[in-house]
């Protein structure tokens, strides 16, 4: 018999069975007389997980009398291996595997082969299926297809019989163990919660089609649909838009047009599955065959593959929409792919405590929403939608870049206790919110916060930062399908400057292209740079395009009417191009003022100092401004030639090298006897040792991320900055063989915390 037949002949009598009166014992057991039979195998066995174990429910050839008698753990024998690893096993002779556990009271001694399949609801084993022969052979694939194929319908006959023992399947008894994974530190911090998809997985809740032609049409329907989608991820690859990556898309257009797979989906609908049931089918094979892939590289694309398979059924079932609409019931880390930012600020803040991206990079939109949000992530983690189930406990350490899964409960206890040492260092730090920040010696340093949307606004009043030293203009931009309208970027810019009150908010202008891609300004912001962050982006690219700056311009000037505008340019490289920008506000400025539009009070210019060569040139440019803000992280990687989004590279270069700390002591130098204000904004003013170190540089201005204002507002209060620049200086001039230790220890001496 063909396996389609077979699984045919088997649904149908299941079909008529699930039907009946019958008890649900009854039904059991006539279950393993129609698998048996089918199968022409001389033993058939259901097992049931039942408060933790695995019970034999059922079963065909085997000693009856130890049927609800014979209990087995979730990874004790082959059928707990089974349950513990939802995985199907073929043996030509079964005691020859290194789990096999022989149980007398079965009788099972006289049969060598041995195959079983776990019977899987809401991805949870809730039982596995057996079959078993006198003759050691493995069984064909037709047979272990049509054994897949019995236990999906299983799981729903068990379900809909009320055998269904939740409270084991949610607990994590049918799971694997604790497993540590790691990735790359995308977003630093801790976090714990539940995991949740992005994309949920989709529950099959009908197995058995009731009209085979309109389940094939169903599925034609939504392979034309998938691939106009892959079609689509294609055309924006084409101009650097879209975030697949071009060699993970060609493959996803192979497997979206390849007609062995379509034509497999067929043969299970053939077999009476509904179109959902198929192709979960079809996949259970490809994960069987996965396993046994060697080669990591046809690994790789066999994940695609689910990852397709996954997008099918979304389609099918008509379950697009993401966990966001349905709104997170608990703390929660989420578990995707990739993610977009948008998509990110759908998510309510309160409960979304991580995110585990399969892909990611230091540079991807939705890391710097995400940092903005003080949400860690954790990106590159191989397989994670594979290996992590939905609802699994999840322990997310962003300074390790590790995440602990399904951990036991002494490693949580440990992990909470983490938490509430940093819940109690941030009390700590929340009692200085309305405390000015001055040094022991008395000056006065601005500690003021990074944003970039309307909902990081807040936080200027809980923190108790002095203002708005960097405002990401470009946030606005990047989570907007649209280009946003003039009028919605004044809004946007008066409700922060209305917030902020008297407060100085700094703008920078739109920082867009290079890796800063946005789909409707394709051929503006896609150019194929070989290093998008010395690319065509940020002033270069809004000079060339006045019409964007030109926008912004009139939004910001309109919406600081009647207050103080601080302006800031990004990337500026010569002082020509900071004229030319000024000369665009200037140029709207006119305008409103003859239209007698009410216009700001003062307006202050300045340049984000990030590209080295602008350095050479202050004696010329500082007369001409009012600030100046040191952008250090785009600024380390053009001084030491190094990506950031390049993983080997990203931590390989410290912050406190000599070298970037005598290049930041020039520029300080560079400032001395000019009426001009000069910060830092960037994640090195963030952190508490580099911190120090820059207050015995001599800048007196950090604007960093929310959660880093109050240690760092702590840190001010114990320092003496006419100490730590003595220091400094000696250390500039005969730099130590490791700085970084030699600041430790200087605030360890006089017992400043720099952790």
């Not at 700056?549 to 309109?558: G, T, V, Y």
């Amino acid at each position: 018999m063909s396996a389609a037949a077979a699984a045919r002949s088997i649904l149908t009598q299941l079909h008529e069975l699930m039907a009946s009166r019958i008890s649900a014992q009854g039904k059991l057991n006539q279950v393993v007389d129609i698998i048996g039979e089918a199968l022409d195998s001389e033993v058939c066995s259901i097992y049931l997980l039942r408060e933790g174990m695995l019970e034999l429910f059922a079963t065909r050839g085997l000693e009856q009398a130890a049927v609800h008698v014979t209990r087995l753990g979730v990874g004790e024998g082959l059928t707990g291996t089974i349950a513990a690893n939802m995985e199907t096993l073929n043996l030509a002779e079964a005691t020859a595997h290194p789990e096999f556990q022989y149980r007398p009271e079965t009788g099972e001694e006289k049969f060598h082969s041995f195959a079983g399949v776990p019977i899987v609801r809401r991805e949870r084993a809730i039982g596995v299926l057996t079959v078993q022969h006198v003759e050691p052979r493995r069984y064909e694939d037709v047979e272990i297809e049509a054994l897949q194929t019995t236990a999906m319908v299983l799981a729903e006959l068990l379900h809909n019989a009320g055998l269904v023992d939740e409270e084991s399947a949610r607990s994590g008894a049918a799971h694997t163990g604790q497993e540590v994974l790691t990735g790359l530190q995308l977003v630093k911090g801790l976090a714990i919660g539940q995991a949740v998809f992005h994309q949920p997985r989709i529950t099959i809740e009908q197995t058995v089609a009731e009209d085979t032609e309109a389940e094939r049409q169903r599925v034609y329907l939504a392979f034309d649909k998938m691939r106009e989608q892959i079609e689509h991820m294609a055309g924006q690859a084409e101009f650097g838009v879209g975030g697949e990556h071009e060699e993970v898309l060609q493959t996803y257009k192979m497997f979206a047009y390849d007609e062995g797979w379509g034509r497999r989906i067929n043969e299970a609908i053939d077999s009476g599955l509904t179109a959902e049931a198929a192709i979960e089918r079809v996949q259970q094979r490809t994960r069987m065959r996965m396993r046994e892939i060697d080669d990591p590289l046809l690994a790789d694309r066999m994940h695609d593959l689910e990852d397709l398979a996954n997008r099918l059924l979304r389609i099918v079932s008509g379950q697009l929409g993401t966990a966001a609409s349905q709104g997170l019931r608990h703390d929660a880390i989420l578990v995707a792919k990739n993610l977009g930012p948008a998509e990110l600020l759908e998510y309510d803040r309160r409960r979304l405590k991580g995110v585990i991206l399969e892909e990611g990079s230091l540079t991807a939109h939705v890391v710097i929403v995400a940092r903005a949000m003080g949400v860690p992530v954790l990106g590159r983690v191989r397989n994670a939608r594979g290996l992590i189930r939905e609802g699994d406990t999840l322990l997310l350490d962003g300074d390790a870049g590790a995440l602990t899964v399904r951990p036991a409960q002494g490693l949580i206890d440990a992990f909470e206790g983490r938490l509430v040492r940093n819940r109690e260092k941030q009390a700590v730090y929340a009692k200085l919110r309305d405390v000015e920040p001055f040094t022991r010696d008395g000056q006065r340093i601005q500690v003021m916060m990074n944003a970039g949307l309307r909902d990081d606004m807040p936080m200027l009043n809980l923190t108790g930062a002095d203002g708005i030293g960097l405002f990401r203009t470009e946030f606005q931009f990047l989570v907007s399908a649209t280009m946003p309208s003039r009028d919605a970027q004044k809004r946007l810019y008066k409700d922060v400057l209305d917030t902020a009150g008297a407060r100085p908010v700094i703008f920078r202008t739109v920082d867009i292209g290079g890796d800063k891609a946005l789909p409707y300004m394709v051929s503006e912001t896609s150019r194929q740079d070989e290093n998008p962050a010395m690319g065509w982006r940020a002033l270069r690219l809004a000079l060339e395009k006045q019409v964007l700056l030109k926008a912004q311009a009139r939004a910001l000037l309109e919406a600081a009417a009647g207050k103080t505008l601080n302006v800031m340019f990004p990337m500026v490289s010569e002082p020509w191009e900071f004229d030319a920008a000024k000369a665009v506000f200037e140029s709207q400025l006119a305008y409103l003022r003859n239209l007698k539009h009410s216009l700001p009070e003062a307006i202050n210019y300045g340049v984000m100092l990030e590209v080295p060569s602008l350095a050479e040139m202050l004696d010329i440019l500082v007369p001409r401004i009012a600030f100046i803000s040191i952008g250090t992280n785009d600024l380390t990687q053009f001084l030491f030639a190094a990506d950031r989004a390049n993983p080997k590279l990203a931590e390989r270069y410290d912050w406190l090298s000599p070298s970037i700390l005598r290049f930041l002591a020039r520029v300080v130098q560079g400032t001395q006897g000019h009426q001009v204000q000069l910060g830092v904004c960037g994640e090195m003013g963030g952190r508490r040792l580099e911190a120090l170190a820059l207050l015995g540089l001599g800048i007196r201005r950090l604007s960093i991320t929310p959660a880093s204002v109050g240690p760092i507002k702590e840190l001010v209060r114990r320092v003496d900055t006419g100490e730590i620049e003595k220091a400094m200086k000696l250390w500039l001039a005969n730099p130590p063989p490791d700085m970084r230790a030699a600041l430790a220890q200087w605030a360890a001496d006089r017992e400043i915390e720099v952790d």
